[in-house]
């Protein structure tokens, strides 16, 4: 389950009505679906589009996307870490980025700005079960939990639109990428 961490106020939040009021004023989507039963761990890419058909298919229509597929990394995949050498600074996109979490795990950081909510830089951990978009131009990092594994669902309207645009300020260097909680203890 989803969970923020805002630094700047040494506050967490762990509620799921919580998550999404606090993210609302950012417009990002946070929702939470179920896989325990649903899919078979070891499902392939076609298997889990299949499963979650009608959901992809609200979300095109709701976000304009045109195409989904599947991505899943480990330790073994190879060229891990250059592909998050990419992601791991700060950068926007010229489109969403949606991802919804099969299996594993990872930290979205947020360098948020918003009329109603501020100017904070947050923490969201995204495991099993959570669907998050990250708007278009929406100054952002990723990067795995420890056991450096996911596997996800992800949308796009053009997956060019993904290309990071990088933001120079190394706010992102003030910031450990680490995943908190009993799994990551």
């Known amino acids: ?108 950081y947020i360098n948020g700005k918003s009329e109603t909510a501020g100017d904070k830089v947050f923490a969201i951990q995204v495991e099993e079960g959570d669907l998050i978009n990250v708007p278009k131009r929406t100054r952002h990092w990723f990067d795995l939990c420890q056991d450096r594994r996911v596997k996800a669902i992800r949308l796009f309207i053009d997956p060019a639109g993904w290309t990071p645009d990088y933001v120079d300020d190394n706010i992102d260097d003030n910031y450990e990428p680490l995943c908190w909680g009993p799994r990551y203890i």
């Open 1 to 108: 389950m989803a969970s923020i961490s805002i630094p700047s106020e040494n506050r967490q939040i762990d509620n799921v009505d919580e998550i999404r009021q606090f993210l609302e004023p950012y417009g990002i989507w946070f929702e939470n679906w179920q896989v325990e039963g649903r899919i078979d761990k070891e499902a392939n890419s076609e298997e889990i589009l299949s499963a979650y058909k009608k959901e992809i298919d609200k979300l095109k229509e709701r976000g304009g996307y045109v195409t989904a597929d599947v991505i899943q990394v480990s330790p073994e995949t190879p060229g891990l870490e250059a592909m998050l050498a990419k992601f791991s600074k700060e950068h926007t996109h010229s489109e969403d980025e949606v991802r919804f979490i099969i299996s594993g795990g990872g930290i979205f």
